[in-house]
C-alpha cells in the first residue's frame, strides 16, 4: 500500500487552535534537550539549534517550552532558533504553577527576554495547583492578554472539571488548549479530555508521543506496528505520530536531538491511516493499569538529571525541601477530592533485598501525594514498563 496522503502540497497538516482562525502545526517540536546552561556543552546547543531550525523549515511550527526546562536554557535556545523567523513559528511556553498573581507578571517577562520576542503565542499554566485560587492566575493571565504580551491562554496537565472552572473565570474568550500525556500507553485522555475537547473545542496538546522512550512492548504488539508501517512505506514511529493526531482536536510535540529522527516526525504529519488501522491500534495497545501496594514500591534517583530534584522518602516530600509547586501535600488534598490521578510507571526493581517488587520511573510527586492522601494504606494505579526505546 502506498502511503496515504493529506493534500496539502508540501505544507504540513495544520489544525485549527480551538475556536480561533488559528493554524498551527498538527506535529510541533519540544525543546528539551541541551541541558541547563551551566553544564551544555556548546556542540550539544549547537545541535539543539539546529534540530530545531531544520524542524522549522519542514513545517514543524508550533515550538513548546517552558520557563523551568532546563532552568530556562531552553527557552533561551529556542530563542536563537527563531531569531529572524518570529513571524514563521507560533511560540508556546509554561510558567511555573507556584506563582501568584504578581508573579505570573514578572515571569513572562523572563519568558520574553530568553526567547527574544515581545509576544509569546500561547501562554500555559504548567500544573493546576490548589494552593493558588485559579481565578487569581487567569486574572493574571488576563491582563497579559490586555498588554498584548498573550495572543492566547492554554492549560497543562487540567482535569474536565478543573478545565472548566478555569474557563468560567476567563471572560476574555475561550482557553485554546489543554497540555496533557498522551501516547500507546498513556490513554486516559480517551475516557475524558479528549472527548471533552471535541464537544468544547479546544485543542489537546499530546506531550511525551514516545512515552519519553520507554516502551513496555510485547513482541506481537511491535510486529504489529512494524507490519503497518511497512504497508506505509514508514517507520512505527511515524505510525505511532499519526495515530495520535488521527483525532481531530489532538496535536503532538515530540522532542528529538536528531536530525534524521525530525525529519522522519515532520513525514508523519503526512500520513493518514486507514481507520481499520487506527481500530486495530486501539484494540492493540490497551493500557493495563495494576493496584500496587506503595511500600513494594522503590523511589530512587533513577534517571533523572539534576534539574529535577526527587524525594525518596516520605519524610522528604512532606518537608518538601526543594519548595516543589504545587507540593506532595497539596496534592494530597487534591486526590483526597477525588480527582483524576494518571497512573505512575514502574519497572522491576533492581534492588536485591527482596524488599521491593519495583521501581519508581516516573510520577515521584504524584507517588508521595498518593501515599500521603491514604496513608500508605492504598494501592496507586501503576503502568509497568520494560525500560527501552528510541534513543534521541
Known amino acids: 500500500m502506498t502511503a496515504i496522503l493529506w493534500l496539502f502540497g508540501n505544507r504540513m497538516l495544520c489544525k485549527k487552535l480551538g475556536s480561533t482562525s488559528e493554524k498551527i502545526s498538527a506535529v510541533g517540536q519540544g525543546t528539551n534537550?541541551?541541558?541547563?546552561?551551566?553544564?551544555a556543552i556548546a556542540e550539544l546547543v549547537k545541535r539543539r539549534i539546529d534540530v530545531l531550525k531544520l524542524g522549522i523549515d519542514l513545517?514543524?511550527?508550533f515550538l513548546d517550552t517552558a520557563e523551568s526546562y532546563e532552568e530556562g536554557h531552553a527557552e533561551e535556545i529556542t530563542g536563537k532558533a527563531i531569531k529572524g523567523m518570529r513571524d514563521k513559528v507560533f511560540i508556546?511556553?509554561?510558567?511555573?504553577?507556584?506563582?501568584?498573581?504578581?508573579?505570573?507578571?514578572?515571569?513572562i517577562e523572563g519568558s520574553l527576554r530568553r526567547l527574544g520576542t515581545d509576544y509569546i503565542d500561547l501562554y500555559q499554566v504548567h500544573w493546576p495547583n490548589p494552593a493558588i485560587p485559579i481565578s487569581e492566575t487567569i486574572l493574571a493571565m488576563s491582563k497579559l492578554i490586555e498588554q498584548?504580551?498573550?495572543?492566547?491562554?492554554?492549560?497543562s496537565n487540567f482535569t474536565p472539571n478543573e478545565f472548566e472552572i478555569a474557563q468560567s473565570y476567563f471572560k476574555q474568550g475561550q482557553i485554546v488548549s489543554n497540555q496533557v500525556e498522551y501516547n500507546l500507553y498513556h490513554r486516559s485522555a480517551e475516557a475524558d479530555i479528549i472527548p471533552f475537547s471535541e464537544r468544547n473545542n479546544f485543542t489537546v496538546i499530546a506531550y511525551s508521543p514516545f512515552n519519553q522512550g520507554n516502551f513496555a512492548m510485547e513482541d506481537s504488539k511491535?510486529?504489529?506496528?512494524?507490519s503497518i508501517a511497512k504497508r506505509y512505506e514508514i517507520n512505527a514511529y511515524q505510525v505511532i505520530l499519526s495515530w495520535i493526531i488521527s483525532r481531530p482536536t489532538v496535536i503532538t510535540i515530540p522532542m528529538t536531538m536528531n536530525a534524521q529522527h525530525v525529519r522522519e516526525n515532520a513525514a508523519a504529519a503526512d500520513i493518514k491511516l486507514l481507520e481499520e488501522d487506527i481500530q486495530t491500534i486501539n484494540k492493540t495497545f490497551i493500557s493495563e493499569c495494576q493496584l500496587i501496594e506503595t511500600d513494594r514500591i522503590r523511589v530512587i534517583n533513577y534517571d533523572i538529571d539534576e534539574t529535577h530534584p526527587i524525594y525518596t522518602t516520605l519524610k522528604e516530600a512532606i518537608e518538601n525541601k526543594f519548595n516543589i509547586k504545587p507540593s506532595p501535600v497539596d496534592l494530597a488534598a487534591e486526590i483526597n477530592m477525588e480527582t483524576i490521578l494518571k497512573p505512575v510507571e514502574l519497572i522491576e526493581t533492581s534492588d536485591k533485598s527482596g524488599q521491593y517488587d519495583y521501581d519508581l520511573v516516573h510520577g515521584r510527586i504524584r507517588f508521595w501525594a498518593w501515599v500521603i492522601a491514604y496513608n500508605g494504606n492504598k494501592r496507586i494505579p501503576a503502568i509497568i514498563l520494560d525500560y527501552t526505546g528510541r534513543a534521541d
Open 59 to 61: 513545517g514543524m511550527s
Open 148 to 155: 498584548g504580551k498573550v495572543r492566547y491562554i492554554g492549560m
Open 92 to 107: 508556546g511556553t509554561k510558567f511555573e504553577p507556584g506563582h501568584k498573581f504578581q508573579g505570573i507578571i514578572n515571569a
Open 33 to 39: 534537550g541541551a541541558g541547563r546552561r551551566s553544564t
Open 222 to 226: 511491535q510486529r504489529l506496528l512494524n
